[in-house]
T-cell receptor
């Protein structure tokens, strides 16, 4: 299957700072990327869907000014957690879909964010 | 709204046993995914199914569209299979996935 990478794999930051997480599709063109958040022992929760070159669509209850998503190219999407607070500590996962199979979604390994 | 249910929630088995994890969904779907999440958190896509059966190594996934049910089987289970297994369904005309709550599998040596 296709490969999706995330960077960094883990990050610790101070409260009030911003953190950027990158999601890359390494061997295919990702027309759509999804960002998920996962709390301990819970399932994935979709935060937003982004299509290359257009604004992301956020799920209800997700603050778009806090979680900035940019999908500037067919291989890269970024999630920036702005003015991070301890309650933003979580596991963030991206997945990518696109050519050649629109039905498939390929998941990144995730980024663990800890805000002190 | 598509509801996705998995059973069992937790499963402990001896090494070598045949494992079955079940997934039911409530609306017609275009695809169903089986994912594996290890304790470190990383998610691996195991299968994507829209009909029939797929096999990869010791893993087999089946889907019955009429009954809205899918199963994931593991033959000759091994402690390294210990993980959380998640099914996720994609409804027609919708890119989004609806996730089951996961099945925590523990294989004892």
């Amino acid at each position: 299957g296709a490969v999706v990478s995330q960077h960094p794999s883990w990050v610790i930051c101070k409260s009030g700072t911003s953190v950027k997480i990158e999601c890359r599709s390494l061997d295919f063109q990702a027309t759509t990327m999804f960002w998920y958040r996962q709390f301990p022992k819970q399932s994935l929760m979709l935060m937003a869907t982004s299509n290359e070159g257009s604004k992301a669509t956020y799920e209800q209850g997700v603050e778009k000014d806090k979680f900035l998503i940019n999908h500037a190219s067919l291989t890269l999407s970024t999630l920036t957690v702005t003015s991070a607070h301890p309650e933003d500590s979580s596991f963030y996962i991206c997945s990518a879909g696109g050519l050649p199979s629109y039905n498939e979604q390929f998941f990144g390994p995730g980024t663990r964010l800890t805000v002190l | 709204k598509n509801e996705v249910e998995q059973s069992p929630q937790n499963l402990t088995a001896q090494e070598g046993e045949f494992i079955t994890i079940n997934c039911s969904y409530s609306v017609g779907i275009s695809a169903l995914h089986w994912l594996q999440q290890h304790p470190g958190g990383g998610i691996v896509s195991l299968f994507m199914l829209s009909s029939g059966k797929k096999k990869h190594g010791r893993l087999i996934a089946t889907i019955n569209i009429q009954e809205k049910h899918s199963s994931l089987h593991i033959t000759a289970s091994h402690p390294r299979d210990s993980a959380v297994y998640i099914c996720a369904a994609r409804a027609f005309g919708n890119e989004k996935l609806t996730f089951g709550t996961g099945t925590r599998l523990t294989i004892i040596p």
